[in-house]
């Protein structure tokens, strides 16, 4: 079977787009080189990647690689250099991974941090891959070992990641500062759907740590106790609901999922945490 035949299979299988799941599986390729590379410890790996190694490709995709990096000064230089190297590791491969550039993260939603620009080439197939990186993250209580599924085979790559807290962490962090100014509705589902899924994993007393470290971090303003009105307004605002509608829109996974019932699962969730503790 062809490359395009097994994507096309997969993307079927998942209900998702063939180019979202060869987006990851490019990403899948990087992964493997870095975890052969010098720099493997150095990479911890959170985003939506990740969460999509969390509950499925049918639950989340995403087009890019979202990284934290430790032990290493962030610049475009090291940046560089580093992912020069880490593409030449020798895999079985058949794709040819090359450095297009770094450059700053621009998008109005980032926090601030360095975009990897690769190129992958196969064949015919010349696509553009994006690795996120960010620097100083607030980690609690430490990053940990994850392995992600080879999408073609029983293989497992091995990478340092963000705990399940964190990842909640800094999404309830950003809904809760941001409020009815918010436009990453992605951060709502995936609130929604880990703690749907993978509820069972989550240590509640460490998320409640995680958001106090990450908005200290982040220098947040809001009031914990404010949540219920925050989450309210949300919940109200006709500009809220549209961009819900348009993220249902984009992504098939989110269909069936009402805006009412993901502002109930994110009070849900706090409530866990935050009414224990007063």
Do not use: C
């Not at 299988?13 to 990403?27: D, R, S, T």
């Not at 010098?38 to 639950?59: A, P, S, V």
């Not at 609130?191 to 007393?205: A, P, Q």
């Amino acid at each position: 079977m062809s490359f395009k035949a097994k994507i096309n299979q997969i993307a079927k299988e998942k209900g998702i787009p063939a180019q979202q799941v060869q987006q990851n599986y490019l990403i899948e390729i990087f992964l493997e080189k870095l975890v052969r590379s010098k720099y493997r410890d150095n990479f911890i790996i959170k985003g939506g990647y990740l969460i999509g190694g969390m509950i499925g490709l049918d639950l989340r995709a995403t087009m890019d690689l979202d990284t934290t990096i430790v032990g290493i000064e962030l610049s475009s230089e090291n940046l560089y250099s580093i992912a020069e190297e880490i593409v030449k590791v020798q895999t079985e491969e058949s794709f040819h991974l090359s450095v297009l550039g770094v450059e700053n993260i621009r998008e109005k939603d980032q926090y601030p941090g360095l975009k990897i620009k690769l190129i992958a080439n196969f064949e015919r197939i010349h696509e553009v891959v994006t690795i996120d990186v960010t620097t100083g993250d607030a980690i609690t209580p430490k990053e940990i070992d994850f392995k992600f599924e080879k999408m073609f085979s029983n293989e497992e790559i091995q990478v340092w990641s963000y705990p399940i807290e964190n990842v909640l962490a800094e999404k309830l962090e950003t809904i809760l500062s941001r409020g009815i100014a918010t436009t990453r509705l992605r951060d709502f589902y995936d609130v929604f759907i880990l703690s749907s899924v993978r509820s069972n994993k989550i240590d509640y007393v460490i998320l409640g740590k995680a958001l106090e470290n990450t908005k200290e971090k982040r220098r947040s303003t809001f009031d914990l106790k404010d949540h219920d009105s925050i989450l309210s307004e949300i919940q109200l605002s006709d500009f809220q609901q549209q961009l819900w509608i348009k993220y249902q829109n984009q992504y098939p996974y989110a269909k069936e999922v009402s805006f009412d019932s993901v502002i109930h699962s994110i009070a849900k969730l706090i409530s866990k945490f935050y009414e224990n503790d007063h």
